[in-house]
């Protein structure tokens, strides 16, 4: 089946820190991807929605200026963390929409503790 | 508001047992129904479903959409212990940018 990696796959950081992860689609093309987030045995939560070429739309309560997104290519997320605090530790994942199909694919998730 | 329901939110089970999940869905437009399984790390893929009646299937697992019930089912036979995950249902809606999830069910398979 189609790929999506996701980098790092953990990371640990001072508060105050900007984090940077990346999404990447390997054998397919992503016009569109998603960023999530999930706590703990709950559900995943859609943060963002990350469109090749435009700006991201961010769902109610996601602050964009903190969770900044690029998709600078049809292969690339990225998603920057900035000035990190402990109350953003969490799993973020990533998942890629295969262009013009409904069929979509998720990253293997990167774990962020904030310290 | 658009909404997908999960059922039961977790079972547990015994090997070579099989089960049934369920997700039923109110939302407007739709258009396909995804289901994934998450165990420790991120979901993946296991089956879209856009036309009623017509099963999928994987091996074990199989599925079917139901448009006029607006339900999916999942069935998993002679389950085994790597079975145990979290099953995730989510739909697409015509005119929709996003997926939107139910609950998950948390299922575990006792050996």
């Known amino acids: 089946g189609a790929v999506v990696s996701q980098h790092p796959s953990r990371v640990i950081c001072k508060s105050g820190t900007s984090v940077k992860i990346e999404c990447r689609s390997l054998?397919?093309?992503?016009?569109?991807m998603f960023w999530y987030r999930q706590f703990p045995k709950q559900s995943l939560m859609l943060m963002a929605t990350?469109?090749?070429?435009?700006?991201?739309?961010?769902e109610q309560g996601v602050e964009k200026d903190k969770f900044l997104i690029n998709h600078a290519s049809l292969t690339l997320s990225t998603l920057t963390v900035t000035s990190a605090h402990p109350e953003d530790s969490s799993f973020y994942i990533c998942?890629?929409?295969?262009?013009?199909?409904?069929?979509?694919?998720f990253g293997p998730g990167t774990r962020l503790t904030v310290l | 508001e658009d909404k997908v329901v999960q059922s039961p939110l977790s079972l547990v089970v015994h090997e070579g047992d099989t089960v049934t999940l369920n997700c039923s869905y109110e939302?407007?437009?739709?258009?396909?129904l995804l289901w994934y399984k998450q165990e420790k790390k991120a979901p993946t893929f296991l089956f879209m479903l856009?036309?009623?009646?017509i099963e999928k299937k994987s091996g074990r697992l199989s599925s079917i959409l139901d448009k006029k019930e607006l339900s999916s089912i999942l069935n998993i036979t002679a389950t085994q212990t790597g079975d145990s995950a979290i099953y995730l249902c989510?739909?697409?809606?015509?005119?929709?940018?996003?997926?939107?999830f139910g609950a998950g069910t948390i299922l575990r398979v006792k050996s």
């Open positions: 998942s890629a929409r295969v262009t013009n199909t409904d069929t979509q694919y």
């Open positions: 054998d397919f093309q992503a016009t569109t």
């Open positions: 990350s469109n090749e070429g435009s700006k991201a739309t961010y």
């Open positions: 939302v407007t437009n739709f258009r396909s």
């Open positions: 856009t036309s009623s009646g």
């Open positions: 989510a739909v697409w809606m015509e005119y929709g940018n996003k997926l939107v």
